[in-house]
């Protein structure tokens, strides 16, 4: 399985940004996707998820953001408003795995991993 994310750059706070998660495999249709944020010098922090059977995502923040998915073009996005300077950081999209239905916020239950999209949040 690969993702890849991409998306990221430069937004003012207040702003909008929105980041998008592109899979190829047969995992992504059956699998957990999720979002984590990795801000300098710390670790990954859960962001959102969005399984195969959702309607509705896993959020840390579901007031600002929103995930949606589409597994027909194997895809995923986080919409990502009102953003704040501690928004800052390399996001990471994730799948669980296959046949795994059961969200998790611990970017350790994640199997596959893409490279990282970056953006910055000025002040």
């Known amino acids: 399985v690969q993702l890849q994310a991409s998306g990221g750059g430069y937004v003012q706070a207040g702003g909008s940004l929105r980041l998008s998660c592109a899979a190829s495999g047969r995992v992504f249709s059956s699998s957990i996707i999720g979002w984590f944020r990795q801000a300098p010098g710390q670790g990954r922090e859960f962001v959102a998820a969005?399984?195969?059977?959702?309607?509705n995502g896993v959020y840390a923040d579901s007031a600002r953001f929103t995930i949606a998915r589409d597994n027909t073009k194997n895809f995923v996005t986080l919409q990502m408003n009102s953003l704040k300077p501690e928004d800052t950081g390399v996001y990471y999209c994730a799948a669980r795995g296959l046949g795994i239905t059961v969200v998790s916020r611990s970017a350790s239950q994640y199997k596959y991993w893409g490279q990282g999209t970056e953006f910055t949040v000025s002040s």
């Open positions: 969005t399984g195969p059977y959702f309607t």
